[in-house]
């Protein structure tokens, strides 16, 4: 089982993440991580933050020589924004007075997590709810899309609309064509559908202007996911449950759906659901995939679809109403810097984040703690597939 803890504070030292459950003598290139960080980092909307950090992993433990030994794999990322910050966010008591964080941002964990931990200065709350813990996230979820790559499972997020400009070019596409569509944009918007960009462009300068943010849907797809990973006998076990969960504890994500999702309600059982049938060459099969690959928490050999809302972020300079919470007056919130659209950089973090949980499927039913018994297992399990 993979299990996965991060620590640090968004202007600390720091990130931490350790992963616990790889298996062994899988490749691991630092380079190929820091690859995925760069990607977190990108997309037209952007904040100043991200031009003083480039985010770097540094593996501290749980490999030798380029391979994972099977031992817990620790991983650090130091921010640069640190410097601008030592006294502020001293570790050790210090001698002079910094100003407190005292008007909560609607939206973000500032009041509610300021009453549940009875902080008083509401930047203990901010520095560790703040979105930048998700470049410690995002790398456990990297090696366990290194890891699924060796079972040719792919996984890919990127966005299928911004501000109200959506897109549904990607509906017949499979990911290796989507790849091709988002790279070819230049603003790293991860956005398949070109025509609509500068349209996108317009709405994220005219919101940087008013001084406002922008949220969007963004959609994660998985294939050659074979059935039978997740449970349906105990609700903990469930893989949709456990997906949707991975999501919903992103900062932004307010909504998640599988499929057909939401639009479920508007059609008849008799319609909607994914009738079965059966042929020598394909085995079971479907002609519609509106169930998004998992029936009962388990995955049924279809693509996973996913799809998942991001709250414009709570961060504005145009401020909103909000109470000082020492003098109980009303105010503005208070600005420091912000990102006007992350929803690309959601995207690229849920696509790791969904690997972590097919990976925790797949180790379910075949799994074993090194790389190649654990290949032999899938060998079986696959010709138990297609004898079945
Ligand atoms: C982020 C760093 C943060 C924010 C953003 C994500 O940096 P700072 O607070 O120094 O500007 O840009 O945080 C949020 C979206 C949030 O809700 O807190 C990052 O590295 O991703």
């Known amino acids: 089982m993979i299990r996965y803890l991060t620590a640090g504070e968004s202007h600390g030292k720091g990130l931490t993440v350790i992963i616990d459950g790889i298996p062994s003598n899988l490749k691991i290139d630092e380079r190929e991580l820091n690859l995925i960080l760069a ?8 904040g100043g933050r991200q031009k003083i950090e480039s985010d770097r992993a540094e593996i ?14 620790s ?8 410097e601008n910050w030592k006294s502020r966010m001293s ?12 008007i909560p941002r609607p939206g973000h964990a ?12 509401l930047r203990n709350v901010l520095e560790r709810a703040s979105a930048r813990e998700t470049a410690a996230r995002i790398i456990a979820g990297a090696i366990c899309k290194i890891l699924l790559k060796e079972f040719n499972i792919e996984i890919l997020g990127y966005v299928v609309n911004i501000a109200g400009i959506s897109t549904n070019i990607d509906k017949k596409l499979d990911i290796k064509d989507i790849i091709k569509k988002i790279k070819n944009d230049k603003v790293d918007l991860r956005y398949p559908d070109s025509k609509k960009i500068p349209l996108i ?21 998985a294939e050659g996911v074979p059935p039978g990973l997740g449970d349906y006998t105990q609700w903990d076990r469930k893989l949709d449950g456990k997906i949707a969960m991975a999501l919903m504890s992103l900062q932004s994500i307010k909504g998640v759906e599988f499929g057909a999702g939401f639009s479920y309600a508007n059609y008849s059982g008799s319609f909607v659901h994914d009738a079965i049938y059966y042929s020598k060459n394909k085995g079971y099969y479907r002609k519609t995939n509106n169930a998004g690959g998992l029936e009962g928490g388990v995955t049924n050999g279809n693509k996973i679809i996913i799809r998942a809302v991001v709250k414009p972020i709570s961060t504005l300079r145009k401020g909103i109403d909000s109470v000082n919470i020492k003098t109980k007056l009303k105010s503005k919130t208070v600005y420091e810097r912000s990102d006007v659209c992350v929803v690309p950089a959601v995207s690229i973090i849920a696509e790791n984040l ?14 074993c703690v090194e790389l190649n018994l654990m290949k032999e297992n899938y060998k079986n399990y696959l ?3 297609r004898k079945y």
């Open 39 to 46: 990607e977190r980092q990108k997309g037209y909307g952007r």
């Open 60 to 73: 501290l433990s749980g490999v030798r020589f380029g391979k994972t030994i099977g031992s817990p794999i």
């Open 75 to 82: 991983v650090f990322i130091r921010n640069n924004d640190y």
């Open 91 to 102: 570790i050790t008591p210090i001698n002079q007075s910094v100003d407190e964080f005292l």
């Open 110 to 121: 500032d009041l509610s997590g300021g009453i549940r931990f009875n902080h008083r200065d």
């Open 201 to 221: 462009i317009k709405k994220i300068d005219s919101a940087m202007k008013k001084g406002d943010t922008l949220g969007g849907i963004i959609k994660v797809i």
């Open 354 to 367: 969904v690997a972590i949980e097919i990976t925790n499927a797949l180790m379910e039913q075949i799994g």
């Open 383 to 385: 010709r138990h597939i």
